[in-house]
């Protein structure tokens, strides 16, 4: 049974940083290209950043390139998102997902929540 | 970058037919798919590629599309079908290509 299971997530200041973590089990890891989701409290979904299943093709949307890296460890079948220079609307629920052949994403781990405030 | 635009609510009573819609630009030629998500839990995959449902999606879950409109239908609802439903497209011709509608609240009355 596929299990996505995010870790890492709490409460930082403005201006610091966090790595999140989403272990995978139950599939072949490496063949899979992963994506990181996030959701503000109340509001809807917001694609963040995608990897391919090599590690060697990643990318970002526009409100994060430049501070959030996403990496991958094969050999630890995880999932990495390591998050720079944090804002107030980075604040949201992060999901980890398996993307499909057409982009869709299945399935979705629980979240880890990330709360930004001083 | 594309915009996938979805009302805010939908209301229906318990055993009718529910149809959430999706619109964009030309829609139609894109792979659409349709989350569900419950209060308090992670998104689940009900619909993909248009119309195909994931293995223990019930068969009351469809979804159709074409023009600059995708729909998904959920016959006979149930109490229990009260959720919000995003829409999804990946829009291979942009660099940023994974895009969600806003999102639709389906109360069951």
């Known amino acids: 049974q596929v299990h996505l299971v995010e870790s890492g997530g709490g409460l930082v200041k403005p201006g610091g940083s966090l790595r999140l973590s989403c272990a995978a089990s139950?599939?072949?890891?490496?063949?899979?290209?992963m994506t990181w989701i996030r959701q503000a409290p109340g509001k809807g979904l917001e694609w963040v950043s995608y990897i391919s299943s090599s590690g060697h093709t990643t990318s970002y949307a526009d409100s994060v390139k430049g501070r959030f890296t996403i990496s991958r460890d094969n050999s630890k079948n995880s999932l990495y998102l390591q998050m720079n220079s944090l804002r107030v609307e980075d604040t949201a629920m992060y999901y980890c997902?398996?993307?499909?052949?057409?982009?869709?994403?299945?399935?979705w781990g629980q979240g880890t929540l990330v709360t930004v405030s001083s | 970058s594309y915009v996938l635009t979805q009302p805010p609510s939908v209301s229906v009573a318990p055993g009718k037919t529910a149809g959430i819609t999706c619109g964009g630009d030309?829609?139609?030629?894109?792979?659409v798919h349709w989350y569900q998500q419950k209060p308090g839990q992670a998104p689940v995959l009900v619909v993909y590629d248009d119309s195909d449902r994931p293995s223990g999606i019930p068969e009351r879950f469809s979804g159709s599309n074409s023009g600059n409109t995708a729909t998904l239908t959920i016959a006979r609802v149930e109490a229990g079908d009260e959720a919000d439903y995003y829409c999804?497209?990946?829009?291979?011709?942009?660099?940023?290509?994974?895009?969600f509608g806003g999102g639709t609240r389906l109360t069951v009355l």
């Open positions: 997902s398996i993307e499909g052949n057409t982009g869709q994403f299945d399935p």
């Open positions: 139950g599939f072949t890891f490496s063949d899979s290209y």
């Open positions: 999804q497209v990946w829009d291979s011709s942009s660099v940023h290509s994974w895009v």
């Open positions: 030309n829609i139609g030629t894109y792979s």
